[in-house]
């Protein structure tokens, strides 16, 4: 009945979602980057990701996870709308399609050049292979070569995963840029 309420208010219900500490989402930041990767945060513990150094968030969820938990909605009443980005990707292991994430990339990036105290959370669902997908391009579009970034996203979120056919996505896309 509560779940009807809400719809019907026309306001997100925000669902618990798993984690390892309601109040903290484990953030792995990568090196000096001012890029956080790390699984969803509960409702709870978006209130604490500015106490973590979180200016801006990226969600890699898809738009029915997103509707279901409210994450998104709870990001961007924490944060405001333009600090929050969205690219709605399903983690299907094959190739990305760059209409779906490459304005958050690039979204990501511009905060990191142009504000030098932000500090930019990227997740997913686990903080496994999207969010790791698109901290690779964050890190790519910002100079460093492949092995470099991958070696950053690889090292500093041991859990992470980098999909080659993601890989491949992200390459294609900054080929095609130049």
Request: aromatic letters at 6%.
């Amino acid at each position: 009945m509560d779940v009807l309420r809400s719809a019907r208010a026309g306001r997100p219900r925000l669902r618990p979602v798993a984690g390892p500490d309601a109040a903290s989402p484990m953030l792995s930041w990568i090196g000096d980057e001012r890029i956080a990767i790390s699984g969803v945060p509960s409702a709870r513990a978006v209130a604490c990701l500015a106490e973590q150094g979180v200016t801006h968030v990226v969600n890699c969820r898809p738009w029915p996870n997103v509707r279901w938990s409210g994450d998104l909605a709870a990001e961007r009443a924490a944060f405001g709308p333009g600090r929050v980005a969205h690219a709605p990707m399903h983690d299907h292991g094959l190739r990305q399609r760059p209409a779906v994430w490459a304005a958050a990339v690039c979204f990501a990036a511009r905060v990191l050049d142009e504000q030098p105290q932000a500090g930019v959370l990227i997740h997913c669902t686990a903080g496994r292979r999207r969010s790791a997908m698109l901290a690779y391009a964050v890190l790519r579009l910002r100079g460093h070569d492949r092995t470099r970034a991958a070696a950053l996203v690889l090292s500093y979120r041991t859990e992470a995963v980098l999909v080659p056919a993601y890989v491949r996505s992200v390459e294609r896309w900054l080929a095609a840029a130049q």
